[in-house]
């Protein structure tokens, strides 16, 4: 009996997943001491790796026209309004790796890991609502990715679908999948090269 491609990508994604989850700048969310400071240097990662990555997803569903089911939601919206109001700043850039996506099969395997983080954002939601921090934040990034409507078993269950139908090398979207959880994992692990300052340093320097 064939394996469907969607058990196949959880197969093959998870060690990736565990340690992406592992990194201590996505650990500490979990933390019922979360410190400001910790939750703003989160978002601000998802920030500077989205703000790059956005127009480049933007122009792969341009060129690709992927199916409905598939287009990778804008993510930069909902963290810039949420950076916009943070205390901190960088004083050093981090370095995220561009994706590359030249086909169709890599662009579903970025959105089975982009779309996948909804999941994961209802539960983060949840435990950062229960913290001392909803006094001062109103978790603009992970409200938006909880409020939307996508079933990730419908989700998989049209991705095999399109798969069934003979049009698309599954290994190529494991592959892209992979990639996408390998670049996410190279830019969140750059906490130690990064300094975060309070804005009012920068106002008074």
Sequence with gaps: MLIPLSEQLKQATSPYHRQLDQLPVL???????????????AMLFFYHCFSQWQPMLEQA???????????????????????NNF???????????????????????????????QVGARFILKRLQKSALTEHYGFDYYRHLSQETIDIQEWKAQLDSLVNQGNFESQAIID?????????I???KQESTLTVNPKKALASA
């Design 27 to 41: 650990k500490k969310l979990l933390s019922p001491t979360l410190s400001a400071s910790e939750y703003e240097t």
């Design 61 to 83: 569903a341009e060129q690709l026209k992927p199916p409905a089911f598939a287009h990778i939601d804008n993510q930069l919206a909902a963290l810039t309004a949420e950076v």
């Design 87 to 117: 205390e901190y700043y960088f004083t050093s850039a981090l370095s995220a790796p561009q994706p590359i996506i030249p086909k169709m099969e890599t662009y579903l395997g970025y959105s089975y890991v982009l779309t996948g983080s």
């Design 176 to 184: 892209g999948a992979i990639q996408c959880f390998t670049q996410l």
């Design 186 to 188: 190279t830019c969140f």
